[in-house]
């Protein structure tokens, strides 16, 4: 089983990420952000500075964390049908460990499905739904 030092992350966090993603997904473009975790203030949502945005990537300014606060989860969408990653994610992925995920809308429905994975240091470990939601404080689907 999946578990993480801070204990579950909130459902608010992916859920605000869900929102945001799908703001992006009528204009055909993606989103990207972070959730950190440090001791003093749990997990926290981050929003990036993008400087390229496109219908097949973005590009944004990785932020430097402050002592003590750890990347856990790097978000980004794909606004149409691949819940997968693809090798631009694997570049980017190539570095540390965290949990990497994509966002994405395949059918009529809009809406979104998350596909995760752990990243350590270059290798990919995808995990499963009931990894993802043990991840969570409840079901991200």
Avoid: Q
Wanted: net charge negative.
């Amino acid at each position: 089983m999946i578990s993480v030092e801070g204990g579950a992350i909130p459902f608010e966090l992916p859920e605000r990420a869900f929102e945001l993603a799908t703001g992006r997904l009528h204009e055909r473009l993606e989103w990207a952000g972070w959730i950190t975790w440090n001791e003093e203030a749990g997990y926290e949502f981050l929003p990036l500075i993008e400087w390229h945005v496109s219908a097949a990537s973005v590009t944004y300014e990785r932020p430097g964390l402050p002592e003590g606060t750890h990347l856990v989860l790097d978000l980004h969408s794909h606004p149409f049908d691949m819940p997968a990653f693809s090798s631009i994610d694997d570049k980017d992925d190539t570095g540390g460990i965290h949990f990497s995920g994509v966002i994405s809308f395949p059918g009529e429905t809009g809406e979104p499905e998350l596909s995760m994975r752990l990243c350590i240091e270059g290798y990919y470990f995808e995990l499963t739904e009931v990894e993802i939601e043990a991840l969570f404080s409840g079901k991200v689907f």
